[in-house]
């Protein structure tokens, strides 16, 4: 499977870059260092749900969009769950990082 950007937790690894608790300072990177593609913010994405970060899905907030991130223990104690589904349209600013990391991909290959 690949990067999909109606799936919360890849488009919210690559909108933050990676995954930051939104009530705490822990932070998911399991692969520092690693290629930064779609490929690397989809595995970080489906990781973080393998293991228990809640990601719902994004809102808009003014001129920026926001993702709600918890980490495992911020969601136990919130009594929140990740969303299982896709969201119904990818956020545009998703759609344009996703085109501009294709495109210097293709530029760089």
Known sequence: MSFDP???YDAAAL???WLNCSRCPATFD???GGEVN???YH???QQARIENWAVLPARNHGEELVFNVLCPDC???FG???CDGRMEL???VIDQICQAMRDASEQAA
Request: aromatic share 12%.
């Open 90 to 92: 990818a956020a545009p």
């Open 80 to 82: 929140v769950d990740g």
């Open 38 to 40: 779609l490929d690397y």
């Open 15 to 17: 909108y933050d870059m």
């Open 75 to 77: 969601a136990r104690r």
């Open 6 to 8: 109606k799936d919360p």
């Open 30 to 32: 399991f692969e520092p």
């Open 43 to 45: 595995r970080i994405g």
